[in-house]
């Protein structure tokens, strides 16, 4: 293996789903011989320390987090691990807080590194506000999805398009901009996106977020070109970027 001396930086969301897919891919990317930084706050941290191959050189970061009374968290609180899911949205808010943090963590790796910034960050589907952050530094930025591409993508239409309002059909809705997935009813969907009305929080949140994936340099998805190439396709239409499938990424047995 050659000895790249590149840094990676790998941020996901504190999810344990999430947190488990990313060092998947942070475990990959290290065979490659790139030098990984796995970014998250510091329970999670704590939680990955025992997760982490002994032959592994990944190094841990942590990034402060402190919920306010404003969040409507629980005080403490990092991840989903014992949220219900009516405050998961909370967190995920909450955690554009990280923002100047994690500014000044990439400005204190590229100091370290005699002005080198990192080549790339790889930041989860939530943390769409760190493309600008890495085009500050002048870094590559990609996006991790921990799913498919054509789960995504009826995600990303739902939010956007909030097509169950608008259905002529009082249980069946297709999503304007991805007729090639069919036609769903409203028992498939979420609590929180069956009373989505644009103007609530999870609305306003996922309007925001979701448009700045456009601002990302590529789209990776943990998935395979030939099952879902309608899901794939989706995506480079929309956001006419990079959109690249580098599934299936797994843990290393016993992990």
Known sequence: ????????????????GHIIAFLGLALQIEQRGYNIIFV???INIKKLQQSLP??????????????????DLP??????????????????????SLKPSFR??????????????????VADIFFGWLAE????????????????????????????????LNSNSAAEFSFPDFPESGRFHTTQLAANML?????????VFHRKNLPAWSNSDEL?????????????????SKLGRLVCPLGPILLPPGK
């Open 1 to 16: 293996m050659t000895e790249r001396n590149e840094n990676i930086v790998i941020f996901p969301f504190m999810a344990q």
């Open 40 to 42: 998250n706050t510091p």
């Open 133 to 164: 952050i890495a085009h500050e530094f002048g870094v590559f930025h990609s996006i991790f999805s921990c799913s498919g591409a054509f789960g995504l993508a009826c995600y990303y239409s739902l939010w956007m398009n909030l097509p169950h």
């Open 54 to 71: 002994p032959t592994s050189s990944i190094r841990l970061l942590e990034i402060p987090f402190n919920n306010s009374e404003d969040d």
């Open 104 to 121: 000044q963590l990439i400005s204190n790796l590229t100091t370290d590194c005699g002005g080198n910034p990192p080549l790339c960050i």
């Open 195 to 203: 009373v989505a009305d644009g103007n609530n929080p999870p609305s």
């Open 75 to 96: 005080p403490g609180v990092e991840n989903t691990d014992v949220l219900p899911p009516n405050l998961i949205v909370n967190l995920i808010k909450a955690y554009v």
């Open 220 to 236: 990776l998805f943990n998935s395979v070109e030939e099952l879902d190439m309608i899901g794939l396709a989706y995506f480079r």
